[in-house]
């Protein structure tokens, strides 16, 4: 595995006497595309508060990019990006306003800003757009433009909690197409999903259960493990096992 960006040790989160997550363990090289997986409940979205510096966790150690989760919460903040189904942005400021507006939050130089909204404009085909007000775009037009504001900063990692919820296909696709230009510029992606055919897309997958990782591998050889023919096949039978339906 190459360098080290994220790195859990018996990660766990308790609210009284309810474990929503319990004991994880997992590392993630740098560059890696990896799926974190689970049906409602499972605790992911507990777990990856803790992992981007929003929750402490009860018990457990865990570094993420390079930063300790116990102590160092808000270096963590600065060096991370996050996305979530919400998009992320702020719908009455236009489109160079939000990323004039994220880049300045993350410490970037103005000119470091100009320079980069007008490349990324470019990318997207967004400079007739440039004024538009966030909430007036295309949902899909949303989701690539919140994508490309939260790794702005260049961070040295991306968390996605299932980012292409409510598009079509066509346009999941092209969305992925540009999580894969990210990590061809070293950019390590933590993505949550409920479409089984992107957990295809991943390099490993964890899949959890009841706050605890049940399974993690390729795609490959958890199919192959499982002896099933779809991701989604082995999800179901994982989840099948689930006790819980609250997350």
């Given at each position: ?20 997550v319990?004991?994880?363990?997992f ?9 974190f ?19 402490i ?21 600065k ?9 992320s ?5 236009k489109?160079?306003e939000n990323?004039r507006l ?20 470019n ?23 919140a ?12 968390f996605?909690?299932?980012p292409t ?6 346009t ?11 990590v ?27 706050g ?6 390729s ?13 989604d096949?082995?999800?179901q039978?994982f ?9």
């Open positions: 595995m190459n360098e080290i960006i994220i790195k859990v040790n018996q990660l766990t989160k308790k609210f009284g006497d309810f474990t929503a319990d004991h994880i363990s590392e993630i090289g740098k560059g890696e595309i990896f799926g997986l689970g049906a409602n409940g499972a605790g992911k979205t507990t777990a990856i508060r803790m992992l981007c510096g929003l929750s966790p009860t018990s457990g150690a865990g570094f993420v990019a390079g930063f300790d989760i116990n102590k160092e919460q808000e270096k963590i903040k060096n991370i990006g996050y996305m979530s189904q919400k998009f942005l702020y719908e009455d400021l489109v160079w990323m994220f880049g300045g939050i993350y410490g970037m130089k103005t000119a470091d800003i100009n320079i980069k909204t007008d490349r990324i404009l990318n997207l085909g967004f400079i007739s757009e440039k004024n538009t007000l966030v909430r007036d775009l295309p949902l899909g037009w949303k989701q690539k433009l994508f490309s504001v939260s790794i702005f900063h260049s961070p040295k990692i991306v996605l909690d299932e919820g409510g598009v079509d296909p066509v999941r696709r092209q969305f992925w197409e540009m999580i894969y230009e990210a061809d510029n070293g950019i390590t992606v933590f993505v949550t999903t409920h479409y089984m055919d992107e957990a295809e897309y991943c390099n490993r997958v964890s899949i959890m259960v009841d605890r990782i049940e399974a993690l591998d795609p490959k050889k958890l199919k192959e493990k499982m002896n099933s023919q779809t991701m096949e082995v999800f039978k989840a099948r096992k689930a006790t819980r339906n609250a997350d």
